[in-house]
C-alpha cells in the first residue's frame, strides 16, 4: 500500500462526511463514496473534488483503502460482499466491533484494520474543522498502521492504539465521556425541574459550569479539578443530598451514592487526602442509596 493511498468510504452520514472532508482538506484523495441509499453516496460525492458515487460492491475498483462507516450490526454483512485484493486495504470505524469482523476482506488478500475517532460527531457543517486534535484509535499492523498513522496526523489528530480483543472495555470507557456524561446532565436538569426551574434555563444554566470543570480537569488534571462538598471532607452536606433525594424518589439516591464513592476515589488521589473526612462521607451517603419505588416527578407535573 502507498503511503499515501486513494480513499474511499462505504457509508456516506455523519462520520463518513466529517472524515472525508478533513482528509481532502489534508491532501489526501477520497476517490469514492458508497451507499445502500444511493442518494447519500451521490451528495456526499458532490461536495469532494474527482469523486464518484458507486455501489458498494464496486468500491475497491475505485479506492484502495476502504473505510467503513456503518452502523456495527452491518459491518460483518459489508465485509462478506466487498472485493478487496492484495494490496488493498478495508479498515471500519467502530469503537466496539473487532476488526476480526473483516475477515472475508483478509481472506481475499487485503489488509484489515480499525480507525475510531473518539470525538462526537454531530453532523455539523464544522464537524470535519473541530475533529481536529481529538485522538482516533487504531487497531492495525504493517504498512496499513503506518498509512492510518499518517493519516491520523495530517488531519491533525493524535493516534492512539488498542490491543485485538478488548474493544468492548475501550468502548464502554469512551461512553462514560460522551453519552453518559450526557445522561448526568439530563439528572441535573431532572433535579431542577422537580423544584420548578424552567428546563431550558436549566441546561443553559449548566453549561459555564460544565465548560469550568472541564478546562480545570485539563489543566488540573482529574483529582485536582474536583470541586464540592467531597473535595471538602463536608459529610454534613453530603448526608442532605442524599437525604433529599432519596425524598424524592426514583433512584436518583442510589445514582447519587455510586458516584460519590468514585469522588471519594478521586480524593484519595490527593496529596494530604482526609482519609478519616472520606470515610464519614461514605457512610452519611450510604443510608440514603437504596433504590426507591417511585420515578421524580417535577413541580409542575400532574399525578
Known sequence: MSP????????????????????????????????????????????LPDCTAVAPEAIFSHADLVFLTVPDDAIAPAAAVLRPGPGQALVHCSGASEVALLAPAQMRGAAIGGFHP???????????????????????????????????????????????????????GANYAASFLLCMLDE???????????????????????????????QKGLPGALAGPVSRGDAGVVAKHAAALAAAGGDHAALYAMLIERAIGLARQRPKADEAALQAISAAVAAHGAMSERPIAAANDSE
Open 4 to 47: 499515501s493511498p486513494s480513499l474511499g468510504f462505504v457509508g456516506a452520514g455523519r462520520v463518513a462526511r466529517a472524515l472525508a472532508k478533513a482528509a481532502v482538506r489534508a491532501g489526501w484523495r477520497v476517490a469514492a463514496v458508497a451507499s445502500r441509499t444511493p442518494d447519500h453516496a451521490q451528495r456526499l460525492a458532490g461536495t
Open 118 to 172: 473518539l470525538y462526537l460527531f454531530a453532523g455539523l457543517d464544522d464537524d470535519a474543522e473541530r475533529l481536529a486534535g481529538c485522538a482516533i484509535t487504531l487497531e492495525a499492523d504493517g504498512r496499513l498502521g503506518d498509512t492510518l498513522r499518517a493519516l491520523t496526523a495530517a488531519i491533525g489528530c493524535r493516534a492512539l492504539t488498542i490491543p485485538a480483543g478488548q474493544r468492548m472495555l475501550y468502548h464502554a
Open 188 to 218: 441535573a436538569v431532572q433535579l431542577w425541574r422537580h423544584i420548578g426551574m424552567d428546563e431550558t434555563e436549566a441546561r443553559e444554566a449548566l453549561w459555564p459550569l460544565v465548560n469550568g470543570t472541564l478546562d480545570a480537569a485539563r
